[in-house]
């Protein structure tokens, strides 16, 4: 009896403390901290580049639909204070920059702590720590290819080093003006000062897209399929790999290819909607996709900062590390896991012999895509 | 000894108990539940109309910019499901609406639920929540006022027609397209069946314009200040007073009057920066803003649905009740509260001599405003 009653005193002073910590953690859980704002970068923000591409009747609408997403803690959350750097590197670019800086004031947007818009990439790379690089040369008609390529890769030589030179030491970096891959690749030769890790290229877009067609032909929601994989260049030769993808239903996980009977309609119909999906909205908008890309750039982020949720993966160019048998040191868009502000290569998937070939072909063109921008290189 | 025995196991009986309910209560808040989506009507989606404004160098971009906006939860939350309806009611809208459509499936936003694109104003209409009026005609140069005034009445008449009929019956209206307050004040005669508590339009941007401009005289952030009026007409003629307003400093709430000693510069080129703001950016972009309007329509209905924050104002465009001898009946722009999904006019400000000649003039502008719309709709 008298260690019952002992038992029992000692409970009733426990749970008096107990319960006052928990009631304190709860509150604190809750407190408001105010925390250093993030610096991020967004090259071609203007997108007077943009005016070279006769298909981008609009020409900026990437940089100005993204903005206001990272202003509103789209990519970093809803409680994370945000620097925006605005570069765009054409002189005649300051007023436009200046209109969509004036443009972000006026929306007093909380998180905004601040706007900085400059045609000096010294000024607009200083201490950032995710940089989006938007600004590019895309390939207009009648325009040649060397042509193209020199000016990328001019534009990506200068940016790399002043990145490398005065962005943070931990800066992210993504890459999305086309070439994305290539443009990303000769980022990362220039600057070695920042991790390979740190440098990637959106296929982000193209994964959405294809969850969307998915989630279209199982008459599901685009967030209830996942893991489904983009392989290779963000051109139209990346492929969209549904073998390893499942969607939620009341009964648990089901494999996708086991809900889509026509096999046919995945090895054809389905990968060319993915693949052409840009052309498709430029011909309906009479404009290239802005909106879509933007929002896509943001889950980019998102999930590279914060992580994948448990048990599923996301697309994303990265350094080929060789997994895959895909060449090392390429930038090639895989199936990635993000924790703790790192990504990782999806081990172990089983490659069918029809995806074989498809990553192949997507790497091939990498290769070549790379030679030639080194080709351009040596010219200048 | 006996009572306080039963005193220590009744506590060892009870706290567990209540440790268990918090715990229950804890984990419940969070539990996920699938809200109804809210339906929202954005009309002038496509910004096809924009074509008759040499100003708007690129089309739809409000549109284009506001529909992610709501998409993403910035207007309605991060839990509330939406389905968007886009409108434009020219023919040749379609391939756009279609491409915007497409964008929006691209993007997989957990939150949409269904996106319909349409130039039929019944179906766009249907049992929609939320109506954002973007669509309109506004003047441009060489265009007869009287056009351009018999436009919007015909096109605000047919949409108010629509609205009262098919949209639910506490369906929230925001109308945007200039001359807004007149175009609501159409919307309003010609759709009975709606509140007229329920027919607002925007001045928000100009209530954050102003924000943002004595936030930088003040060196603070621009949410830092709060209490700012805009009275009267969404036009160059509205007043942004602050003779109320305060901000925060380390040490409490402070007088902006208090603060910013240069009367004068109060009095004429603050007023006058607000006023023609608007311009400013659109010499700046080469086109009228968007992203700031776009993000201050998602502020003026979260404000709305949700409630203003304790102690704060907004200005909202209502139908006037008399206060402040306001013409009953005219929409005007006033200091508004809003909690429970209602707004209410801010009673009992003292309004010196210089704010009663600025909130006339703006009044009498609206009066003749109203009278020339009912004199083109008799015409018709």
């Known amino acids: 009896m008298e260690y019952l009653e002992l038992l029992l005193k000692g409970l009733v002073v426990l749970f008096p403390i107990a319960f006052c910590c928990m009631l304190i953690t709860y509150k604190w859980s809750f407190r408001k901290i105010e925390k250093e704002p993030t610096k991020v970068l967004v090259t071609g923000a203007a997108g007077m580049l943009a005016q070279y591409d006769i298909l981008l009747a609009f020409p900026g609408q990437i940089g100005y639909a993204i903005l206001p997403m990272i202003a509103r803690g789209v990519m970093l959350g809803?409680?994370?204070?945000?620097?925006?750097?605005?570069?765009?590197?054409?002189?005649q670019a300051d007023e436009a920059l200046n209109g969509i800086k004036m443009e972000l004031i006026d929306a007093a947007f909380p998180l905004l702590k601040g706007v900085i818009a400059t045609t000096d990439i010294v000024e607009?790379?200083?201490?950032?720590?995710?940089?989006?690089?938007?600004?590019?040369?895309?390939?207009?008609?009648?325009?040649?290819r060397t042509d193209m390529m020199s000016k990328n890769v001019?534009?990506?030589?200068?940016?790399?080093?002043?990145l490398g030179k005065h962005a943070a030491a931990d800066c992210k970096v993504l890459v999305f003006a086309k070439p994305s891959n290539t443009n990303a690749l000769i980022l990362k030769e220039f600057a070695p000062s920042i991790s390979e890790k740190n440098i990637t290229c959106l296929t982000r877009?193209?994964?959405?897209?294809?969850?969307?067609q998915i989630a279209k032909r199982l008459k599901v929601h685009a967030s209830d399929v996942k893991n489904?994989?983009?392989?290779?260049n963000h051109s139209s030769t990346h492929y969209p790999d549904v073998n390893h993808a499942t969607f939620t239903t009341k009964d648990g996980e089901r494999l996708v290819r086991e809900h889509v009977a026509d096999d046919h309609w995945l090895k054809t119909e389905f990968i060319k909607t993915v693949q052409h999906r840009g052309l498709a909205i430029i011909k309906a908008r009479k404009?290239?996709?802005?909106?879509?890309?933007?929002?896509?750039?943001?889950?980019h982020i998102r999930d590279w900062v914060f992580g994948t949720p448990k048990g599923t993966w996301v697309s994303m160019g990265v350094c080929s590390d060789g997994s895959y048998g895909i060449e090392p040191g390429l930038i090639y868009s895989f199936?990635?896991?993000?924790?703790?502000?790192?990504w990782s290569i999806v081990q172990g998937l089983k490659i069918d012999e029809f995806s074989r070939a498809k990553m192949d072909a997507t790497a091939k063109e990498l290769i070549e895509e790379a030679s030639f921008a080194k080709s351009c290189l040596n010219e200048q």
């Open 335 to 342: 199936p990635v896991r993000c924790e703790n502000g790192k």
């Open 154 to 162: 001019s534009m990506y030589m200068a940016q790399a080093l002043a």
């Open 228 to 232: 489904i994989i983009i392989w290779g």
């Open 287 to 299: 404009a290239s996709s802005a909106l879509s890309a933007a929002s896509a750039a943001c889950d």
């Open 78 to 91: 809803p409680d994370q204070p945000v620097t925006l750097h605005l570069f765009d590197n054409i002189k």
């Open 124 to 144: 607009a790379c200083k201490d950032v720590n995710i940089a989006v690089m938007l600004g590019g040369f895309p390939r207009k008609e009648g325009m040649e």
């Open 205 to 212: 877009l193209d994964h959405n897209r294809a969850l969307s």
